[in-house]
């Protein structure tokens, strides 16, 4: 079986790369031997601490800013990323892109504004939606895009309707791209992480003890997920030997809420 090559020098972007998920997706994609571009909405120094991770790694890396919420900056972005692949890389292409950056929200149904549910909107489904409408041209023939649900698209958080809504937009977004870009061999899969300790959220599941116990309580595999999960996962998403996967929802939550 053949896949649909990909250049020597592998490119992936990774929104939301200083940090958590796509900072690990980042470092395991670069020892697999891809160069990455991260971007990042406040934190440079958080950035640029992955940045010379990757470097050390010895891959090359660049951090840009982009705030995925704010899809009128998208155009100016795909311009500066046009430059970035010329001037760093010497590419007008990448070869992946890894939807990767959020928020978290934490407010039931009923208590959740409208100005709640477009600022999650706006970042989760908008971004998502407009960001790969203006960098797929710069995607190369036979690419890949990874967008990030959530296992909560699939079982109940309390607190997470308006996410949760969101990330199933994602869910389905991601099949109708997988058909729309199959003629250029563009494979187009969902990413599920169940709860991961890290930052998000404010770091609730990492730093509660309560809701970390009840996580791994209700987790097959018996205990809360790390970065190194889903970073692995991206990087196995990624690779060649799973050519042949596209338009479909990889839940990697280690069996939360079977």
Not at 9 to 25: D, F, H, P, Q
């Amino acid at each position: 079986m053949t896949h649909p090559t990909l250049s020597c020098s592998r490119i992936a972007l990774i929104t939301g790369g200083s940090r958590g998920l796509g900072k690990s997706a980042a470092l395991h994609l670069a020892a697999q031997g891809w160069d990455v571009v991260i971007t990042y909405a406040q934190r440079a120094d958080a950035a640029q601490e992955t940045v010379a991770a990757v470097e050390r790694a010895g891959r090359k890396a660049v951090a840009l800013q982009l705030d995925t919420g704010r899809a009128s900056t998208f155009k100016a972005f795909a311009e500066t990323l046009r430059q970035t692949l010329s001037e760093t890389f010497g590419r007008d292409t990448f070869d992946a892109l890894f939807n990767n950056a959020g928020t978290g929200s934490n407010v039931s149904f009923m208590e959740t504004t409208e100005a709640e549910f477009d600022d999650l909107m706006n970042i989760h489904l908008k971004g998502v939606f407009f960001l790969t409408q203006a960098l797929v041209p710069m995607l190369a023939d036979g690419g890949r895009i990874i967008n990030v649900s959530s296992g909560l698209a699939r079982f109940y958080g309390m607190g997470k309707t308006t996410y949760a809504t969101m990330k199933g937009g994602v869910e389905v977004l991601t099949r109708y791209l997988a058909k729309e870009l199959g003629a250029r061999g563009i494979r187009v899969n969902t990413l599920a992480p169940g709860a991961i300790a890290t930052d998000f959220g404010n770091g609730v599941v990492r730093d509660n003890p309560q809701v970390n116990a009840l996580v791994a309580a209700n987790t097959a595999l018996g205990r809360v997920g790390q970065p190194d999960d889903i970073g692995g996962a991206v990087a196995a998403m990624l690779s060649p030997e799973m050519g042949w996967m596209t338009g479909e929802r990889m839940e990697v939550s280690g069996g939360m809420f079977l």
